[in-house]
């Protein structure tokens, strides 16, 4: 009786949060142009959101940045971990507590301050502004995911590699680099994933010139939610399911 419950419980949980995605992914199907009752399976809405140029050129915008961003806050958060875990300097667990602030501020209140210091700094906001600022939300998630991994290392390792005549690049490229991979590739999945998706900061840092394809779909949406936004939307989350699932699966063989 009590697992009946539980699992009830769980089952409840589960069906408030997909209830929604199902309906909009059923919906992209949907012959039907307006949501009032299913009319009968179709692709129609994905063929006309496959030819739609203004979509497929914001998507490309949101790829170039994703990767690029993604790429930069890899580099750096990795680095930066590697530096938390290494090195013991005046401020190190204050500056670390600070990368959990960033990442748990508001987008709201983010996006704000970034464009207040764009401003300030007299950057025009375009794609230079939406890149840094991608780099800047994406690069806690990247600092946690690598650092969780590298804080569970056996120190002596590293240690034995320097007794061995090892320099500390040569420890870090042949030693600490193999170890950490699969928390590397998990926080650049994340990063692309938190940048493909985003819309609150990017609605305050981008330019007229540079449109991306979350801020195309909530421009689209306050039109009405047309079916190929059903459709768009759908794709969007299978992509950024496949991605976590990555995601998940490298920090899942990294505790092995």
């Known amino acids: 009786m009590k697992n ?3 699992h009830l419980y769980v089952g409840l949980i589960y069906l408030f949060l997909y209830a929604p995605l199902l309906i909009l992914i059923a919906y992209s ?9 299913w009319q009968g399976f179709s692709l129609e809405w994905y063929e006309k959101l496959i030819s739609n140029q203004l979509i497929l050129d914001a998507a490309m915008n949101s790829l170039i940045i994703a990767i690029c961003s993604s790429l930069a806050a890899t580099i750096i958060g990795t680095l930066a971990a590697v530096a938390f875990y290494r090195y013991r300097f005046t401020g190190r667990k ?3 507590t600070m990368v959990y602030s960033v990442m748990m501020s508001p987008d ?8 207040m210091f764009f401003m300030f700094i ?5 794609f230079l502004t939406l890149l840094l600022s991608h780099i800047t939300f994406c690069l ?15 120190p002596n390792i ?6 061995l005549g090892a320099t500390e690049f040569e420890t870090f490229r042949h030693i600490i680099l193999p170890m950490i991979m699969p928390a590397v590739l998990a926080g650049w999945l994340l990063s692309f994933t938190l940048s493909l998706d985003d819309v ?37 989350f299978c992509f950024t399911l496949v991605t976590v699932t990555i995601s998940q699966l490298l920090i899942k063989e990294k505790k092995r």
């Open 4 to 6: 009946t419950i539980k």
């Open 29 to 37: 199907f949907n012959k039907s142009k307006y949501a009032i009752g």
């Open 94 to 96: 204050a500056l670390y």
């Open 108 to 115: 709201i209140v983010m996006g704000i301050s970034l464009l």
């Open 122 to 126: 007299g950057l025009k906001v375009g």
């Open 140 to 154: 806690p998630f990247v600092v946690v995911t690598v650092y969780a991994r590298i804080s569970g290392f056996d």
């Open 158 to 163: 590293t240690d034995a590699a320097k007794d």
């Open 200 to 236: 609150i900061v990017s609605f305050f840092v981008t330019g007229p010139s540079f449109e991306i394809l979350p801020l195309k779909i909530y421009s689209m949406v306050r039109l009405g939610v047309k079916p190929e936004i059903n459709a768009l939307s759908t794709l969007l």
